[in-house]
T-cell receptor, first 114, second 116 residues
Framework: AQSVTQLGSHVSVSEGALVLLRCNYS??????LFWYVQYPNQGLQLLLK??????LVKGINGFEAEFKKSETSFHLTKPSAHMSDAAEYFC????????????FGTGTLLAVQP | EAQVTQNPRYLITVTGKKLTVTCSQN?????MSWYRQDPGLGLRQIYY???????DKGDVPEGYKVSRKEKRNFPLILESPSPNQTSLYFC???????????????FGNGTRLTVT
């Protein structure tokens, strides 16, 4: 069975500081991994996805994530936080290659302090 | 503008009173899905549809029904709502029938349902 674990339900950083949101996955098959962002009162928006083409994946708004098979991790980073990055972030794994189910983590709420 | 539209945004109802949450997409997407979001649990899939007249259960289908009579619409039906169905609901759609990684999910803005 596939699953994702997000460490830290709340993360607070200062504006301009590094953002690191952690995600570990469990999968018996090569995983497809995603990061989504949810701004207040909005639906989820795709930040980036890993589909085995490259281990370092760049997404929108300056975010990137690195797939590390040895650590079963797919952590999300951004070098310099901006106030507009305050949102909830969800890591997700695609269930198999032929099904259409995303299994979401429990989310990490990012706060950015001025 | 390409979008997934859910209605209503907020709904307060009482136990046992049937309700429908509508979802419509204007992107000609084949795949549509319903999720519920609860604190500490993330998003869990309720039902999904691969195409018109093709629906299947997700992880938490109990107490819900769906239908897919037209490609653009995928309503979520609660025949007899109960307080444990109080949640934030999201409809999502994507182009691909078989490979989610080729076509990202587009989400609606959510419906916050309270059942008293």
């Amino acid at each position: 069975a596939q699953s994702v674990t997000q460490l830290g339900s709340h993360v607070s950083v200062s504006e301009g500081a590094l953002v690191l949101l952690r995600c570990n996955y469990s999968s018996s098959v090569p995983p497809y991994l995603f990061w989504y962002v949810q701004y207040p009162n909005q639906g989820l928006q795709l930040l980036l996805k890993y589909t085995s083409a490259a281990t370092l994946v760049k997404g929108i708004n300056g975010f990137e994530a690195e797939f590390k098979k040895s650590e079963t991790s797919f952590h999300l980073t951004k070098p310099s936080a901006h106030m507009s990055d305050a949102a909830e972030y969800f890591c997700a794994v695609g269930k198999g290659g032929a099904t259409n189910k995303l299994i979401f983590g429990t989310g990490t709420l990012l706060a950015v302090q001025p | 503008e390409a979008q997934v539209t859910q209605n209503p945004r907020y709904l307060i109802t009482v136990t046992g009173k049937k309700l429908t949450v509508t979802c419509s997409q204007n992107m000609n997407h084949e795949y549509m899905s319903w999720y519920r979001q609860d604190p500490g649990l993330g998003l869990r899939q309720i039902y999904y549809s691969m195409n018109v007249e093709v629906t299947d259960k997700g992880d938490v289908p109990e107490g819900y029904k769906v239908s897919r009579k037209e490609k653009r619409n995928f309503p979520l039906i609660l025949e007899s709502p109960s307080p444990n169905q109080t949640s934030l609901y999201f409809c999502a759609s994507s182009l691909s029938k078989g490979r989610l990684y080729n076509s990202p999910l587009h989400f609606g803005n959510g419906t916050r349902l309270t059942v008293t």
